[in-house]
């Protein structure tokens, strides 16, 4: 329980420093806190998204992995961001992503931050 909530954290992190760099990427709650609870159930949504979804693409999307030497992998988290933006407008969540581009950068910097904040905050095994 504790490494989910962390995992959790670690990802509404890296949505809000996302959120704040690219352009193309909205996260309009009012206060900050209102601005902290978004992007934690944002953060859920995308875990959700990433447990459920995220393999079955990748099991289609198998020989584009061959073929791009794994590079498809950017494009398919880009989906997952992009897919998580709609499931957030479905539960009223004031966050959202204009398009693929933002989506694509988005979440280059949601992997690098998340990465940087995994080796600061490893998980005890």
């Known amino acids: ?4 909530v962390g995992k959790t954290l670690i990802n ?8 704040w760099i690219v352009k193309g ?3 309009t709650a009012g206060d900050w806190q209102h601005k902290a609870l978004t992007v934690v159930l944002v953060a859920l949504v995308f875990g959700v998204v990433n447990f459920a979804i995220k393999p079955i693409v990748k099991l289609f999307s198998l020989p ?5 030497l794994g590079l498809i ?4 988290n880009a989906l997952m961001l992009w897919l998580t933006s709609w499931a957030s407008g ?11 581009g933002p989506a694509l950068l988005g979440s ?3 992997s690098i931050v998340a990465w940087a904040l ?3 905050f490893p998980d005890e095994k």
Do not use: K, Q
Not at 12 to 19: G, R, T
Not at 73 to 76: A, K, R, S, Y
């Open 1 to 4: 329980m504790l490494r989910f």
């Open 12 to 19: 509404a992190v890296a949505i809000w420093v996302a959120a």
């Open 25 to 27: 990427i909205n996260l």
């Open 64 to 68: 584009l992995f061959v073929l791009t």
């Open 73 to 76: 992998t950017f494009v398919i």
């Open 90 to 100: 479905r539960l009223s969540l004031d966050f959202h992503v204009n398009g693929f």
């Open 108 to 110: 280059l910097i949601i």
């Open 118 to 120: 995994h080796l600061a």
